[in-house]
Structures are given as C-alpha cells and as structure tokens.
C-alpha cells in the first residue's frame, strides 16, 4: 500500500497534499498484525503514534483475578495510545488486533521534528484537528448530559460507523452486522454502568429493536431507531 495515499485518508492527513505530506511519510513504518497478536503491552515504553488503516484493536487492561476490562474499541482512521505518547509515559493498558489490522507508525521525534520544519504540513495537520476536535466536543457534550441508553446507542452508532458491514437481511433489506463479540459486562464498561443495566437494555433491543446480539457479535436491524436513541434529548 502507498504510505501517502493511505495516510490522506486518515482524518489528520485528510487529502493533504502528497507534496506537502511527503517528508512526514518517510518515516511511517507499515506494520501488519493478525487476529489476537498484541501491539503493545500494559507498561511498555510508548514512543509511536500508531494510525489505525484498516482493521481493528482493543485496548484492555488485565485484572488481579486474570481477566480483562476492555478500555475501548478502535476501527479505521483512528490513532490508538496517543496520549502515553503525547505525554511520555508508559502504556497505560496493551493493546491487540481483533482481526487482520494494517497500522502506520512514526516516532514522536520524528513526528514533531518534522512538523515544526515544514509549515505547511503544520498548518494542514491542525486544520484537519480542529475539525476533528469539534466532532469530539460535540460527542463529550452529548456524552456528559445523555442517559445510559443513548450512551449505548451512540457506543452501538460509533461502531457502525468505525466496523460495521451491511448485509441483506431475510426481507430483502439491508442491516448492519458487528463483528465484534463483547460481553454483557464489556458493554457495560464501556458505557459506565451497572452489567445488570446494560444486560436489561441489550436484552429490551433485542426484543423491540434496534440491535440484536448474535452468537460471534451484533446486528443493527434498525439503524435509523438507533440514531434516534443516540440523539434524543431530554
């Protein structure tokens, strides 16, 4: 794959030009993982910022009694640990590949080395974060004054958007399959709530829409429903 092509599809790089990107794109090393292989440990030095291509990864944190609770879920065109990097500290939590995932990593030196030489690279890159962050104070508004079923409606709708793949239905329609195979107790970490809250919501969609749970993940049946619950306010 051609590291500028695939990274002016990233959100960051988005549709910068290739002139303007390519002194940043010598150093981005492509690194391919398989289903299950771990990209980072918990405690691990975090010098790369890794920009998710294709794929997914989960970032869990192990337990005292052996198990895991997962942090969060990332799909294409996301950055994964970018915080331990910003901030130079260790990986807080390790981090794997939830099937066949495609990264682009670049060290933090040469990242910030390079920006600060060419201006216009800088100037693209902080256009293309403005926009990003504007997404990301209007989802934390949304987030702080929602309740925990439009919070797992919008956990639902982000990973439609991020991984979802639609698939004819029976009727001839067209619904979105999640290939993702979390626990009553993972969705409801990943909400902040109570497992018995989220297992009475999971189990009132699967009755009455929009989601049903499926033996190796998720359906989305009725996407616009969904929508409709993330974004109804009170």
Not at 37 to 59: D, H, P, Q, Y
Not at 76 to 85: K, T
Request: hydrophobic share 40%; proline share 4%.
């Amino acid at each position: 794959m051609n590291k500028i092509e695939a990274l002016r599809e990233l959100t960051p790089f988005y549709d910068t030009p290739a002139d303007i990107l390519e002194p940043l794109a010598t150093y981005f090393i492509p690194k391919h993982f398989e289903r299950g292989e771990r990209i980072w440990r918990e405690g691990a030095e975090a010098v790369n910022f890794s920009f998710l291509v294709t794929g997914r990864v989960k970032v869990v944190k192990f337990r005292n009694d052996g198990g895991e609770t997962i942090l969060g879920v990332f799909g294409d065109d996301e950055v994964v640990g970018q915080l331990a990097v910003y901030r130079e500290i260790p990986y807080p939590a390790s981090a794997y590949a939830l099937d066949d995932t495609f990264i682009l990593e670049i060290h933090r030196s040469h990242f910030f080395s390079t920006i600060r030489e060419y201006p216009k690279l800088l100037e693209s890159l902080l256009e293309n974060m403005m926009r990003r962050n504007q997404e990301l104070v209007r989802r934390l508004h949304e987030c702080s004054i929602s309740k925990a079923e439009q919070r797992l409606a919008m956990l639902f709708s982000k990973f439609a958007e991020s991984m979802g793949k639609r698939v004819k239905n029976d009727s001839g329609g067209m619904d979105i399959q999640i290939d993702l195979p979390l626990s009553r107790s993972d969705v409801a970490e990943l909400i902040n709530v109570r497992v018995e809250t989220a297992i009475r919501f999971m189990s009132k969609w699967n009755k009455e829409g929009p989601v049903r749970t499926d033996d190796d993940g998720f359906t989305i049946i009725d996407f616009d429903q969904l929508q409709e619950l993330a974004m109804a306010f009170d």
